[in-house]
């Protein structure tokens, strides 16, 4: 008979996911500038490529400015896409190979996934976040978001459906069970909260945010900038990447052009992206940008899974796979 504790250990297979707007702060990334040549390349790069000094609003602030969504989703990408870039330098000088099984981005963080994924150029992507920013900014009609924590998917639907009859709302993130972003017109919001406290809410508070995503609020601002991504060079994702709108992979090109458009009308459904991607046998998510957040999701949404979050305490590499990741490991707090 086999002795069960001769047995090789199951493989470990790791999948990358990017944070979106909300996870930014002023001086994200600023230790891993000094350390990686690759991720100062990149910052250089979103500089010359905005037009602007982009790096210094990230490193100075102020706050006030580096939030306006305008700057919030550009400040995100590049600062994911050096923490990749330094990553992958990491790796190379370790001869170790990073081959992830899937990628995917929370709402903004979809175009760090597509760079990732070599579906579309830096470049290209900065460019596209700013003007993302630009047109939901202006174009959005007035509304906003609010969170509810402690309830049920099927409270929250029934609560939306009631308070529908104050105006467009809707669910703008499915973040993980018992925690869900709502977004639309302020009455409609409003009620929507009172009534989510009523029911037994742990919390329902607004967001301060000044756009109301992921709602059908956002429907101008769809048409203005699927112009701009008709116009875009995408290329079939060289990395299974699974979108936001149907928790589904994006198998070519023109899939994730139109992934880009819908999910600005469309919520987030971050709780079936992660389980598609456990389902698929992904063990082990390493969270590539600033902040924590989605490592927090992660385990909510499958306790058992281990989450690497790059941005994390510690002078050691940002994370390696087969055993060799640093104190950046983070087995983040349900």
Do not use: C
Not at 143 to 159: P, T
Request: charged share 20%.
């Amino acid at each position: 008979m086999t002795d069960q504790t001769d047995q090789p250990p199951e493989p470990r297979v790791h999948a990358f996911v990017f944070p979106g707007q909300g996870s930014q702060y002023v001086g994200m990334g600023s230790a891993l500038l000094e350390r990686s040549p690759a991720a100062v390349a990149v910052m250089e790069r979103a500089d010359a490529t905005l037009g602007f000094s982009l790096s210094r609003l990230i490193a100075e602030g102020p706050a006030e400015e580096l939030d306006l969504t305008v700057n919030a989703q550009p400040a995100i990408l590049a600062t994911s896409v050096a923490y990749l870039e330094a990553m992958r330098e990491e790796a190379a000088a370790a001869g170790v190979e990073l081959a992830p099984k899937s990628v995917a981005g929370h709402s903004a963080g979809q175009y760090a996934a597509a760079v990732a994924a070599d579906a579309l150029d830096f470049e290209t992507a900065i460019d596209l976040v700013r003007e993302r920013g630009r047109i939901m900014q202006e174009r959005g009609i007035e509304g906003g978001m609010g969170a509810v924590i402690g309830l049920s998917d099927e409270q929250v639907h029934e609560i939306v459906d009631q308070a529908r009859e104050h105006g467009e709302i809707g669910v703008a993130n499915a973040n993980a069970p018992g925690q869900i972003v709502l977004s639309g017109v302020i009455p409609a919001l409003a009620f929507a909260l009172e009534m989510s406290k009523t029911v037994g809410a742990r919390k329902a508070v607004r967001l301060t945010v000044s756009v109301a995503s992921h709602s059908p609020l956002m429907r101008r601002a769809r048409v203005d900038f699927s112009q701009i991504l008709a116009k875009v060079p995408f290329r079939e994702p060289r990395v299974p990447m699974l979108g936001n709108v149907h928790a589904s992979f994006i198998q070519t090109a023109e899939g994730l052009r139109r992934e880009l458009s819908e999910h600005l009308v469309h919520g987030v459904q971050w709780t079936d992206t992660v389980r598609r991607m456990a389902a698929d046998g992904v063990t082990d998510f390493v969270e590539i940008g600033p902040g924590r957040v989605l490592s927090g999701l992660i385990k909510r949404i499958v306790p058992d899974a281990q989450t690497h979050a790059l941005d994390a305490p510690g002078d050691g590499p940002l994370w390696l796979p087969d055993g060799s990741a640093s104190p950046s490991e983070s087995a983040s707090p349900a």
